[in-house]
């Protein structure tokens, strides 16, 4: 027993060096390194101009032939060392942390899933247009139709009964519109639903490498590529995957919102999977005359 446990006191302390040591190299390195993880690449340019200075000033002082192309060379190392300077001078990365951002909303998404399996809310969240916007219903059972009477949360009416409330996207979307000027166009084709996550999600949010939508039937199957707050889809579906079809993300909300706005019909999102920086996303959408009600 002695001999293990100071074997095994060793190895840990090994360990606790390892990770020191890791800790302080990833300190020394982070002006290399942006807030997604990529290359900084006006630090990565200071140091190649710094470096191209040196190159140009020894080879300079080499050659000393005492002509104008070894003065302009001297020169021109000087302006390349003031340039990877100023450079790295002024290098500041504006990002946020991926891994810290993406904790701000699972909580909420996790906790409003227990709320609705506590009450038997048992099926998925519909995304409905309105005109107010988007309702998010939640019914207990087969989705029949959105019912029209009970309070504004709790709903009841014939065959349907459920749970209605805003969706998670309501304050990004209206946020989207108000600053932006975003409009969902009335006919919505999956060329122009790409095009749409896209400039959301690549070029305004800038949480994803690409966005891209296709339809098979009445489905949609939206991938996104480098996912900036994949953390967050991986600790909501530690708690249970359903959790993402009961109460959706305000990423997944939004792909809903628009598409359901974009058709004129009800949504529900089928099944997500995570791979790595990319994430699917399946929705379905609701038409009429199929026994669930008018709209």
Known sequence: MGLTGDISGMFNQVMGDIKKKSGRRKDFLSGWFSSSGGLNSYFYAAVVLVVSSLVMLVLGLLTDRGDMTSSMMIVLSVVLFLSGVVFATFTKDEGIVPGMAAML?????????????????????????????????????????????????????????????????????????????????????????????????????????????????????????????????????????????????????????????????????????QEKNSLKVVLGAVNNGEGVGEF
């Open 105 to 273: 909303y699972p909580d909420a998404s996790v906790n409003l899933s227990r709320i609705f399996a506590d009450l038997r809310v048992h099926g998925d969240a519909h995304f409905i247009p309105s005109e107010d916007g988007f309702v998010q219903f939640s019914p207990v059972a087969a989705f029949k139709g959105y019912p029209e009477g009970g309070s504004d949360v709790f709903r009841v009416s014939g065959e349907s009964a459920g749970i209605s409330v805003r969706p998670a996207c309501s304050s990004l979307y209206e946020a989207l519109c108000d600053d932006y000027g975003f409009v969902i166009p009335d006919e919505l084709t999956p060329d122009v639903y790409s095009e749409i996550l896209g400039n959301v999600f690549v070029d305004h949010l800038r949480i994803a490498g690409k966005v891209t939508a296709k339809q098979a039937g009445d489905d949609y199957e939206i991938t996104v590529e480098d996912f900036m707050l994949k953390d967050a889809c991986r600790t909501i579906r530690e708690e249970s995957p359903k959790c993402c079809t009961a109460s959706p993300c305000p990423v997944c909300s939004l792909f809903a919102c628009v598409l359901c706005k974009g058709l004129g019909k009800p949504v529900v999102i089928l099944h997500i999977t």
